[in-house]
């Protein structure tokens, strides 16, 4: 249920990809094919081998989305605030909540689970991430990719592997939004044009209006119709 497994038998021919993403039920219908793009996944409990067990599975992700994404009455900050920066509402109805993450992909940009909280990714995380992520462009059809988190060493290592593969990119920095300068990078990918737009990751000190405002400049997304449709 809400759930798309029809790029399964390609998506399992990739070795490199940890976790299957959450793919909607709607998303080949969605007039705009995009791609949210978290962050990790962390190890929560290291002394207990079941939890470790139970993240490496190829379908962990999807469960996780699932469980804080679907479950519309969970407190699980960085969903929340992402539906209610797309839609510009505290608190988006249940129908367009479902609706948005039936009509996108989410994935998870390194593809190794972090060891603790305190753990952070690596460059060569990011750069091995960014390679699968372009994969996933050419694989899904995709158009725009919301990118989690405005960290310089995640910006540069999908420009350094851009400029390895000859591929022209365009980087845009945009007014800041409190103490952060969001990016969009642009670039055509087999010849189908992408754009990447970089914002605060939104788990926790996130203004969800004023990136509201700067989402809704910078995407086209379904979402946009969707919330048309859905807040009229």
Wanted: charged share 25%.
């Amino acid at each position: 249920m809400f759930l798309d497994t029809s790029y399964d038998h390609i998506l399992s021919t990739e070795s490199d990809l940890q976790w299957m993403p959450w793919i909607g039920e709607s998303f080949q219908n969605s007039p705009i094919r995009t791609m949210i793009i978290g962050e990790s996944v962390y190890d929560w409990n290291p002394e207990d081998k079941k939890v470790i067990d139970r993240i490496i599975r190829k379908d962990s992700l999807r469960v996780l989305h699932k469980n804080h994404a679907m479950n519309l009455t969970r407190n699980s900050k960085y969903v929340r605030n992402i539906e209610r920066a797309l839609f510009g509402k505290k608190t988006p109805n249940k129908e367009s909540k479902q609706n948005l993450w039936k009509s996108v992909v989410y994935h998870n940009l390194v593809l190794r689970p972090m060891s603790s909280l305190k753990e952070r990714p690596t460059y060569k995380d990011y750069l091995n991430g960014w390679q699968v992520v372009l994969k996933l462009i050419t694989i899904l059809g995709l158009q725009e990719c919301v990118v989690y988190g405005l960290e310089s060493q995640k910006i540069k290592s999908l420009q350094e592997l851009l400029s390895a593969r000859g591929i022209p990119s365009h980087i845009s920095e945009h007014d800041r939004i409190g103490r952060f300068l969001p990016k969009t990078i642009s670039f055509s990918y087999n010849e189908a044009p992408i754009k990447l737009v970089f914002i605060r990751h939104p788990s926790s000190f996130f203004s969800w209006r004023k990136w509201h405002y700067f989402l809704r400049q910078e995407l086209q997304l379904g979402l946009q119709e969707i919330k048309q449709k859905l807040t009229t």
